[in-house]
């Protein structure tokens, strides 16, 4: 029986107007089901994860929908087992050949007003949960044969521009983000031997997103964001140069990836 790939996506919100929910569920999970994958979606919100599962199939592709209370270690790895029981509606084998932890927690405040809940929940979003879901998903990639382009799978992690550099109410973002890029790096290292492709994304700008327009100044600024590509990421084109990772051999695999739009200040 032939097989065909399978991507799981954790975190999919509507999107925020920075960079830790890089790639909503109506271009990421639209791209990839575009070029033949199977799209597992986990986050957080049952109805809304059914909406967005629910819009790849009546566009004609596969999705299915696996909602979790939180990012814990053991509500990721209870998913999993969840996910690699789930019957698909077409008979092809299923195999998980490529994950992106879109997962994020935003936590901007002048350091001595962060609280434990705070520090917590950054945390858990890019430590333990970003740990439990890498766990899950190279144990799957171990089990796949070599592919034609060299690889048994890729995973992406998306950071931020926190991720390399720290400012005056990221002391708790940041932590986590840099974190999260460590994470990536040390499973390039470890698992490349072992031709599995571990990337990290930095997102650096804002996003054209429902949430990105509501927080606009006014609408002037709204229309800019809409109408001027300079000066926004757009999610389809993020979601696009993912699945450029997906699609790198084993000759050129790029470990870090940074994305802002052209007229971005840096």
Same mark, same amino acid.
């Given at each position: ?27 990421? #999970? #639209?791209?990839?089901? #575009? ?22 199939? $009546? ?15 053991? &509500? ?43 520090? $917590? ?9 970003? !740990? ?20 048994? @799978?890729?995973?992406? !992690? ?17 932590? @986590?983000? !840099?974190?999260?890029?460590?994470? &990536? ?5 470890? !698992? ?12 650096? @700008? @804002? ?15 709204? $229309? ?12 389809? %084109?993020?979601?696009? %140069? ?25």
């Amino acid at each position: 029986m032939s097989a065909r790939p399978v991507i799981v996506i954790a975190g999919i919100g509507n999107g925020s107007a920075w960079a830790w929910h890089s790639c909503r569920p109506f271009d990421c #999970r #639209r791209v990839f089901s #575009r070029a033949g994958y199977r799209v597992a979606l986990i986050a957080r919100g049952a109805d809304r994860l059914k909406k967005a599962s629910d819009e790849v199939n $009546q566009a004609g592709g596969e999705a299915a929908a696996f909602p979790l209370e939180s990012y814990t270690y053991k &509500s990721l790895t209870d998913v999993f087992a969840t996910i690699k029981a789930h019957k698909w509606s077409t008979p092809d084998k299923a195999e998980i050949r490529a994950a992106l932890w879109n997962a994020g927690a935003g936590v901007w405040k002048p350091f001595l007003d962060v609280t434990e809940e705070d520090l $917590q929940l950054t945390l858990d979003t890019n430590v333990t949960g970003a !740990f439990a879901f890498a766990h899950q998903v190279i144990q799957e990639f171990k089990s796949n044969e070599v592919d034609a382009i060299g690889k048994r @799978g890729t995973l992406i !992690f998306t950071g931020a521009t926190a991720s390399i550099r720290g400012n005056v109410t990221t002391s708790a973002f940041a932590a @986590g983000k !840099f974190a999260l890029r460590a994470l &990536s790096q040390s499973l390039n290292k470890e !698992f490349g031997k072992q031709n599995i492709h571990v990337a990290h994304s930095i997102i650096d @700008g @804002g996003i054209l997103t429902d949430r990105g327009l509501e927080r606009a100044a006014d609408e002037a600024a709204r $229309q800019r964001l809409k109408e001027n590509a300079n000066v926004r990421l757009d999610p389809e %084109s993020i979601a696009k %140069s993912y699945l450029y990772l997906a699609n790198q051999d084993n000759s050129a695999w790029t470990w870090e990836l940074d994305l802002r739009p052209a007229h971005e200040k840096w």
